[in-house]
């Protein structure tokens, strides 16, 4: 084996090594985020089992879309946020 080998087999391995851990801390960041939280900052056990503990699409629930009379796109009247036309009925 030749040293040029050497370094790129080296290199190789470290990629691969630094890419797995970057994806398990964006993993991690992603769980994190969709983990209920109390005001304190700590997670809530009351508030059901963590996301690996539930079942997919356990607690989805769906909302009807609602046209907006002002610029004509659906959006989720729970969640819309204004369209920044003055006459939006969704607030800022």
Known sequence: MSLSKILLLALV????WF??????????IGRAR????RPDGRRDPAAGPSPREAKPYA?????????CPECGAYVAPRSAVSCGRPACPYGR
């Open 34 to 37: 969709t983990t209920p939280r």
């Open 13 to 16: 391995i470290g990629v691969v």
């Open 59 to 67: 607690a989805t629930e769906a909302e009807d879309m609602e046209k």
């Open 19 to 28: 890419g797995w851990r970057w994806i398990n801390r964006v993993q991690a």
